[in-house]
Nanobody
């Protein structure tokens, strides 16, 4: 069992930045791939970025490419999502998710992930 806790959300003006953290407990995190998702009211949960267990591979959705950066520190059991040039349409609840994997791969579907955090709200004002 893996527990995930997100933090770092909040209210920011358009053009600003936030860094989200996802801290894992319960297992050796270096064996797990991680994804960051978001869900806005009335919309489906969507993948923003994903990172492989060793950070050798990353993936970004077109909507955040060039603005968001995913990274991880396995020694701290933590994955980060650095968000810059934030827009009002980035307003959503942000979730991290993880799954164990023997391969250095990224996973793009929400159904690929077994464990989810409770989410953190990000609100971008115009």
């Amino acid at each position: 069992q893996v527990q995930l806790v997100e933090s770092g959300g909040g209210l920011v003006q358009a053009g600003g930045s936030l860094r989200l953290s996802c801290i894992a407990s319960g297992r050796t995190f270096s064996n797990y791939a991680v994804g960051w998702f978001r869900q806005a009211p009335g919309k489906e949960r969507a993948l923003l970025a994903a990172i492989s267990q060793s950070a050798g591979s990353t993936y970004y959705a077109d909507s955040v490419k060039g603005r968001f950066t995913i990274s991880r520190d396995n020694a701290k059991n933590t994955v980060y999502l650095q968000m810059t040039s934030l827009k009002p349409e980035d307003t959503a609840v942000y979730y991290c998710a993880t799954r164990i994997t023997p391969w250095n791969s990224v996973y793009r579907a929400s159904g690929d992930y077994d464990y989810w955090g409770q989410g953190t709200q990000v609100t971008v004002s115009s």
